[in-house]
C-alpha cells in the first residue's frame, strides 16, 4: 500500500502529465486526510481551474488561502477563476494581492492588465502590462495582450507594432497572428491579413474562425478562386455544429434560414459560455397600465454618423413625447459628432455605456426603470447581446440593426414585415415577429443631402453613350454567382458597361481577371472610387441608367438612395430576411415588375428595361409617384405605425 507521500507524488505527476481527472480524485483522496494542507487544496482548485469548473476552482481556492493567506499563486489562480466568471473587480483584487505577496510576479501582473482590459480600464491596463514586459521582456503572450490594449485604445498601428514583437518572439503564436490580421482587416489592408490568416492554417486548418475570416478577407478584393468549394465547406462545417462564423458574415453566403438561425444560436451561446448571467429578476420593473408614458430604452452602437442613424433619426424626431420617454444607451464611438447633436434633445438621458460592463449597464436600465429596450445592434459591430442576455427590461425587441433572429430566448420580439418574415417562416426565428403593415425600414429623408455639384459622366470615367448597369456595393455582397448574372446580362445587352465599386489595385485586377475568364473586354466595366462625401455618392448615381442589386445578401437602407437618385433597382428575393429587403421595399412602393423570384428571371429583366427605353421611363415615373404615397417617405406616418407596434407589444405584456 502506497503511502501518503507517494500517492501525492503520483498525483503531482498526474497533474503535469495532463491526467487532471486521475490526479484530482487522489488529492480528494488525500485531503480525507490532511484537511489543512493549503498546497493539496491549492492543487486541486487548479485543476478544476484547468477543466474551466471555475466555481469549484474558486470554492477550494477559497479553502487553500483560508489555511494559508501568504501564498501568492493561489490568488493569482483564484483571480483567474473569477476573471473566467466576468468577475474582474474581485480578480484584479486578487491579483494586487498575490503581487503584494511576490515581489516581481509576472504572471499576476499579466493577469491583471488583461482583467482591466476586460474593465475598460485601457490606461491602467496598458501601464500594467508595460511593466509585466519589462519583467519578461521576451513574453510574447504580453506583447500580445498590448496589442489587444491598443486595439481598444483605437490605435491601430501601435497594435500592429506589439503584435509584431510577440510573433517575432514566438513565430508560432496563432493567436497573436489572428489579432495581427484583424487588424490589417480594419486598416482594410486585405491581402496583408491573408498572408497571417494563411499561415495560420497551414500549420492548424481547424484554428477557430480561420476558413471564414480566408474566404472573407479574399471577397473584400474579389479573389473568388475555390469560392464554391471553401463557402461549401463552411456552410457543411455550421450545419455538423464545428464552426461558427460572424454572425452577419453567414449572409453573405447562404440565405438558408434555419442555418442563419443555428449560427447565430451557436454564436451567442459560445459567447456566454462560462459567464455569469445575471438571471436575478431584482429591480427589473414591473409593466403597469396606467397614464404614465412607456419608458423606451434604445441600445445602440451607431449614434454617430451611420445609416442606422440616419433611419432612426426622423423616429426620435417623431415619437409622441406624451407617450413616450426615450432613454438612449451608447456603446459604439464613446466621441461624438453632429449626427448624435443632432439626436441628443429628443432622449429624456443619453448614456454612454462604452466603459461599463454588461451587468452594471444592464442595473443601469433597471434603475432607469426601462419598459421596452430596443437592440439597434443585434449581432453586428460592437454589439453588447450580454446586456440583453441579463436582461435590461421587461420587453426586450429585436430591431433594424442587424437582418436576422438573434438566436436567443431572451430577446422577446423582432419587428419586420410579412415580405421578410411570412407566417410560415417565424419558426425560423427565436422572437416574436410583429408587424408593420409596410416595409420594416424607412427612407431617411433629409439627413443626406445630395450634392449641389453638376456631375457628368466624364467626371467618374463612364461613357456617354452606353447604358450604365451600377452595381455600386460593399464588395461582400458580391460572389462569383451574382457577377455570373451580371456578365450574361452584359453580353445579351452589348452597347453597355458595369459601374461597379474598386477601393484598391487587387480588387481591381481581380475583377478584371474575372472578366477575362467570362470573354469580355476590360472596357466593359468602370471602377467606381471612394467618394469623401454621401451626397456626392447620392449624386453621382442619377448618372446609372438601372442599378443591379447583390444576392443573398440584398442592398438594404442603400435602396432609398437609389430610389431619391430616380434609380429603379433589380432585386432577386431569396429566402432569408437579408435577401428579401429589396423585394419587401419594391413591394411596398408597388413595383413588383422589379422583383425576381430567379436568377434567370432577374436576367431577363435587367436586360428587358435596358433594351427597352419606354419601359425603364415608365418604371421610374411609377416609382416617383409611387413614394409620394407611401409611408416609408413619410416619417410621422412611419413612427406612428411602429409606436403602434410597441403598444401592442406592451398592452400584451400587462
Not at 203 to 218: C, E, R
Not at 457 to 465: E, R, V
Not at 502 to 528: M, Q, T, W, Y
Not at 562 to 590: D, H, W
Request: include cysteine; proline fraction near 2%; charge should be positive.
Amino acid at each position: 500500500m502506497k503511502s501518503d507521500e507517494e500517492l501525492f507524488n503520483l498525483a503531482k505527476q498526474l497533474h503535469l502529465s495532463g491526467k487532471i481527472e486521475k490526479s484530482q480524485k487522489l488529492y480528494l483522496k488525500l485531503i480525507k486526510n490532511h484537511k489543512d494542507n493549503d498546497r493539496l487544496f491549492f492543487l486541486l482548485g487548479t485543476s478544476y481551474l484547468q477543466l474551466k469548473k471555475y466555481n469549484k476552482a474558486i470554492d477550494y481556492l477559497n479553502i487553500a488561502i483560508n489555511l494559508n493567506s501568504k501564498f501568492a499563486d493561489s490568488y493569482n489562480n483564484r483571480g483567474i477563476a473569477l476573471a473566467e466568471n466576468e468577475k474582474y473587480s474581485e480578480a484584479v483584487h486578487d491579483y494586487d494581492r498575490a503581487i503584494n505577496l511576490k515581489i516581481n510576479y509576472f504572471d499576476a501582473y499579466l493577469n491583471k492588465g488583461i482583467s482591466l482590459n476586460k474593465l475598460k480600464e485601457f490606461e491602467k491596463a496598458k501601464k500594467i502590462i508595460e511593466l509585466a514586459i519589462k519583467l519578461e521582456p521576451s513574453s510574447a503572450k504580453a506583447y500580445n495582450s498590448l496589442g489587444n490594449i491598443f486595439q481598444n485604445l483605437k490605435q491601430l498601428k501601435e497594435s500592429v507594432k506589439a503584435y509584431d514583437k510577440a510573433i517575432k518572439i514566438n513565430p508560432k503564436y496563432f493567436e497573436a497572428m489572428d489579432n495581427m490580421a484583424d487588424v490589417l482587416h480594419k486598416l482594410k489592408l486585405y491581402d496583408k491579413a491573408l498572408i497571417y490568416y494563411r499561415k495560420i492554417f497551414e500549420y492548424d486548418p481547424n484554428f477557430k474562425g480561420i476558413l471564414a475570416n480566408i474566404l472573407l478577407n479574399k471577397m473584400h478584393i474579389y479573389d473568388w478562386e475555390n469560392f464554391k468549394d471553401n463557402s461549401t465547406n463552411i456552410i457543411k462545417k455550421i450545419k455538423k455544429k464545428k464552426i461558427i462564423i460572424d454572425p452577419l458574415a453567414i449572409n453573405y453566403l447562404t440565405d438558408n434560414p434555419e442555418l442563419i438561425k443555428l449560427n447565430s444560436y451557436e454564436c451567442v451561446k459560445e459567447t456566454s459560455a462560462n459567464k455569469n448571467i445575471y438571471s436575478s429578476l431584482d429591480n427589473l420593473n414591473t409593466l403597469k397600465k396606467d397614464n404614465s408614458k412607456i419608458k423606451i430604452g434604445y441600445f445602440s452602437a451607431d449614434f454617430n454618423q451611420h445609416v442606422v442613424l440616419y433611419i432612426m433619426h426622423n423616429i426620435f424626431k417623431h415619437h409622441d413625447k406624451s407617450k413616450f420617454e426615450l432613454y438612449a444607451f451608447s456603446h459604439g464611438k464613446k466621441e461624438g459628432d453632429e449626427w448624435r447633436d443632432i439626436i441628443k434633445p429628443y432622449f429624456k438621458k443619453f448614456y454612454i455605456i462604452n466603459d461599463m460592463t454588461d451587468l452594471v449597464a444592464t442595473e443601469l436600465a433597471r434603475k432607469e426603470k426601462i419598459d421596452i429596450a430596443i437592440n439597434l445592434t443585434g449581432l453586428t459591430k460592437n454589439s453588447r447581446t450580454g446586456i440583453f442576455l441579463h436582461r435590461a427590461a421587461p420587453i426586450q425587441i429585436n430591431y433594424l440593426g442587424y437582418p436576422g433572429t438573434m438566436g436567443v430566448n431572451s430577446m422577446d420580439y423582432i419587428i419586420a414585415d410579412k415580405t421578410i418574415i411570412p407566417d410560415n417562416e417565424k419558426k425560423y426565428y427565436s422572437e416574436k415577429v410583429k408587424y408593420l403593415p409596410e416595409c420594416y425600414i424607412s427612407e431617411a429623408k433629409g439627413l443626406l443631402l445630395k450634392s449641389t455639384k453638376n456631375f457628368t459622366k466624364l467626371d467618374f470615367k463612364l461613357p456617354n453613350d452606353k447604358f450604365i448597369f451600377c452595381a455600386i456595393h460593399n464588395p461582400l455582397k458580391i460572389n462569383p454567382k451574382i457577377f455570373g448574372v451580371w456578365v450574361k446580362i452584359l453580353k445579351r445587352v452589348k452597347n453597355s458597361v458595369l459601374w461597379i465599386g474598386a477601393n484598391d489595385e487587387p480588387s481591381k485586377e481581380n475583377i478584371l481577371s474575372e472578366l477575362k475568364k467570362s470573354g469580355l473586354e476590360a472596357n466593359r466595366v468602370v471602377f467606381a472610387g471612394r467618394v469623401k462625401k454621401g451626397g456626392d455618392h447620392l449624386k453621382r448615381l442619377e448618372l446609372a441608367d438601372l442599378f443591379l442589386d447583390t444576392h443573398p445578401y440584398n442592398s438594404h437602407s442603400t435602396t432609398y438612395d437609389y430610389i431619391n437618385a430616380g434609380l429603379p433597382m433589380v432585386t432577386l428575393k431569396g429566402s432569408s430576411f437579408a435577401s428579401r429587403v429589396g423585394a419587401s421595399i419594391y413591394s411596398s412602393l408597388k413595383l413588383q415588375e422589379l422583383i425576381a423570384k430567379t436568377e434567370s428571371e432577374y436576367e431577363n429583366i435587367a436586360v428587358k428595361l435596358a433594351n427597352d427605353e419606354l419601359k425603364l421611363k415608365e418604371i421610374k415615373d411609377k416609382m416617383k409617384k409611387n413614394i409620394a404615397n407611401s409611408s416609408l417617405f413619410n416619417a410621422k406616418e412611419f413612427t406612428k405605425e411602429l409606436e403602434e407596434v410597441y403598444l401592442e407589444i406592451f398592452n400584451e405584456n400587462t
